[in-house]
């Protein structure tokens, strides 16, 4: 008996248009030659690979699908298309991508001036420039709705005071893009940061991580740091706004996971095909047929939540609720299948060469950064009760 390869049973690939297809193949064999075989040894040594987040840019990968300013064009599908490879391959890389393109690059298209679109996007689509976005503080995560740093305006300039937490590109960054609180008018507004340029900005690398190894997150503290009225983004009014730009990679951590996923499903059928037991090949015994079926059933209900994603996106119509179920099950359902792969190749599982465990411990940020598990489950919880649970 032949058997089926891959994880498109649903036929997903036929929903595709041929540049959807093309991104998907360019990004595939971007993953299989140039990140596979070199990604453990970055992982194992906590080392960024800043060669292969150049290549993001020099493949036309990175812009978040944003109009113009140098972006390569890319549907909602085919964004998540890169965000479901890149990820397949390794989640540092994917994050890179999340915090550059869907966090800084989109509040900056979103909520920026065309000054500062100008000066920015071109150089951040070729990676040229790398960006981060500031939100979370030590004190506030899930609650970053409260943060505390502080922005005083002084003449043409603007006095941040305070400390960020967990700041993805922190200590690389060329623009980071800070969510501050004006002391005037006690509203949440954003400031591109350049910290090459701003005495009072100090970022100290958050080392000893067991998950996402490979990407940098930066305890950040701002001391007095001056930015002119010119860095603040003028469309930034209010905490909502930053929320608007969190609606969208919300939707592409659900992409990530399903590459995640995939990456554990593939390797848990491959493995179980080859090694033997009792004299047979693992995949010959009932119990772990039905593993593997269940792994790939999930797999199969993620893909579908994305495409529809996609399309609700081209046609305007992600909602929060929307996102935040898609974060919740696909993260959720991820860190599951991630754990039977990691059972299925048993003690050799739990080795780096053979790509589960990485996997695994990377899942664990995903479920928690852009909003937990939990919280993704209370903005459903108020939108089906009309009660919100958590404010
Ligand atoms: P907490 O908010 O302290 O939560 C701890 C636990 O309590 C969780 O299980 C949570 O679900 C639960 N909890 C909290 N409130 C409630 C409630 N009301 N009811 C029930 N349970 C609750 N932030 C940025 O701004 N920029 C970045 O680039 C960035 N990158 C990140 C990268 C990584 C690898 C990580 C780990 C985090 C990153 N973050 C970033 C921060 C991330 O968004 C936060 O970690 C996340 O929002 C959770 O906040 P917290 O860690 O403070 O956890």
Not at 148 to 156: I, N
Not at 245 to 266: I, S
Not at 332 to 360: P, Q
Request: glycine share 10%; aromatic share 6%; proline share 3%.
């Amino acid at each position: 008996i032949g058997r089926a390869r891959g994880t498109d049973f649903f036929r997903i690939a036929e929903q595709l248009d041929d540049e959807e297809r093309e991104i998907w193949q360019r990004t595939r064999r971007f993953v299989d030659d140039e990140v596979l075989p070199v990604i453990n040894e970055h992982w194992e040594r906590a080392d960024f690979p800043r060669d292969l987040a150049l290549r993001l840019g020099e493949l036309g990968l990175v812009g978040d699908g944003i109009e113009g300013y140098g972006c390569p064009p890319l549907s909602p599908i085919a964004n998540g298309l890169i965000h479901l490879e890149l990820n397949r391959g390794d989640g540092s890389l994917g994050t890179f991508l999340g915090v550059q393109s869907g966090l800084a690059m989109r509040s900056i298209s979103m909520l920026g001036s065309e000054e500062q679109k100008q000066r920015w996007l071109p150089a951040m689509a070729r990676v040229e420039a790398i960006g981060a976005f500031a939100l979370t503080e030590p004190d506030h995560g899930s609650d970053s709705v409260a943060l505390e740093t502080s922005a005083r305006r002084d003449g043409d300039t603007w006095v941040l005071d305070g400390e960020k937490k967990w700041i993805g590109n922190g200590t690389i960054a060329d623009v980071v893009v800070v969510w501050a609180r004006d002391t005037e008018d006690e509203k949440v507004k954003g400031f591109l940061v350049e910290p090459a340029q701003t005495p009072g900005y100090r970022a100290e690398r958050i080392d000893g991580k067991g998950s996402l190894r490979s990407v940098w997150q930066a305890h950040i503290t701002l001391d007095g740091a001056r930015v002119p009225e010119s860095s603040r983004l003028p469309e930034a009014r209010s905490f909502g706004d930053a929320g608007q730009v969190l609606a969208g990679t919300r939707n592409a951590v659900a992409w990530a996971a399903l590459g995640h996923a995939t990456a554990g499903y593939e390797i848990a059928v491959e493995y179980c095909s080859r090694r033997e037991q009792f004299g047979k090949p693992l995949v010959s015994f009932q119990i772990v047929q039905h593993r593997l079926v269940k792994m790939l059933a999930e797999v199969c209900a993620m893909q579908l939540y994305c495409l529809r994603l996609g399309r609700l996106m081209d046609e305007d119509q992600l909602t929060d609720t929307i996102a935040a179920i898609a974060k919740m099950n696909n993260t959720s359902k991820a860190r599951e299948v991630l754990s039977e792969a990691r059972d299925l190749l048993g003690g050799n599982g739990i080795l780096l060469e053979n790509h589960v465990m990485r996997h695994m411990a990377d899942m664990e940020a995903l479920h928690t950064y852009e909003g937990t598990e939990t919280i993704q489950t209370l903005i459903v919880g108020r939108a089906i009760t009309g009660v919100g649970a958590f404010t």
